[in-house]
């Protein structure tokens, strides 16, 4: 399955973005979708993870609360919705694609899309 993700870009902290990540190739409602991200000199992070039907999600303790994540399977889409956004937040967002729901490895994810670029100014 390819992957492609959008709607990164700059924020001021307090503020939100809402991502999104379009799945093409393979049949999209056969995949949990997670996302990770990774700012600079830090490694890659598990950040929310929703599983093939959209039913359940989980997210990283450090974003909990603030993101909400969802999924369209008739549009092969899923969206991650970034609220109260903080400097920290700032890193490139990934999407990613796999068999199981819930992993927070990314090593479990066999498909990946490119990333976005979310800034978060204070």
């Known amino acids: 399955v390819q992957l492609q993700a959008s709607g990164g870009g700059l924020a001021q902290a307090g503020g939100s973005l809402r991502l999104s990540c379009v799945a093409s190739?393979?049949?999209?409602?056969?995949?949990?979708v997670a996302w990770f991200r990774q700012a600079p000199v830090k490694d890659r992070e598990f950040v929310a993870g929703?599983?093939?039907?959209?039913?359940?999600?989980v997210f990283a303790d450090s974003v909990k609360g603030r993101f909400s994540l969802s999924r369209d399977n008739a549009k092969t889409t899923a969206y991650l919705q970034m609220n109260s956004l903080k400097p920290e937040d700032t890193a490139v967002y990934y999407c990613?694609?796999?068999?199981?729901?819930?992993?927070?490895?990314?090593?479990?994810?066999?498909?990946w899309g490119r990333g976005t670029l979310v800034t978060v100014s204070s």
């Open positions: 990613a694609a796999g068999p199981q729901y819930g992993p927070t490895w990314a090593i479990n994810y066999p498909y």
């Open positions: 190739g393979r049949t999209f409602s056969d995949y949990s």
């Open positions: 929703i599983s093939s039907s959209g039913a359940s999600t």
